[in-house]
Nanobody, 120 residues
Framework: QVQLVESGGGLVQAGGSLRLSCAAS????????MGWYRQAPGKQRELVAT???????NYADSVKGRFTISRDNAKNTVYLQMNSLKPEDTAVYYC??????????????WGQGTQVTVSS
């Protein structure tokens, strides 16, 4: 029903910046909140930031003041601006979209992931 495609990952030095993008397609009218999660090797996937369709945001404490999530509803795209990157930010970053009414046919959607590597 919904497809998510991330882009913008890469390799940067500590203190650098990256901007991730996630474009949604399909039945985008079903999407409520969108967000970014990340998973480092040997660790569980964790929340980075989320944003509601109305623009309300929340962030993991570890990224507050450094990362900014935003979305363009007309383009069905969510962004993650990452500044002052640290080596501990290294992970695969996944875009996430949650429907208004989850069901067996319309559950949480995930992108394929994009690698972010921060060197020290």
């Amino acid at each position: 029903q919904v497809q998510l495609v991330e882009s913008g990952g890469g390799l940067v030095q500590a203190g650098g910046s990256l901007r991730l993008s996630c474009a949604a397609s399909g039945r985008t009218s079903s999407i409520n909140a969108m967000g970014w999660y990340r998973q480092a090797p040997g660790k569980q996937r964790e929340l980075v930031a989320t944003i509601s369709i109305g623009g309300s945001t929340n962030y993991a404490d570890s990224v507050k003041g450094r990362f900014t999530i935003s979305r363009d509803n007309a383009k069905n795209t969510v962004y993650l601006q990452m500044n002052s990157l640290k080596p501990e930010d290294t992970a695969v970053y996944y875009c996430n979209a949650r429907p208004y009414y989850p069901s067996a046919y319309d559950d949480v959607y995930w992108g394929q992931g994009t690698q972010v590597t921060v060197s020290s």
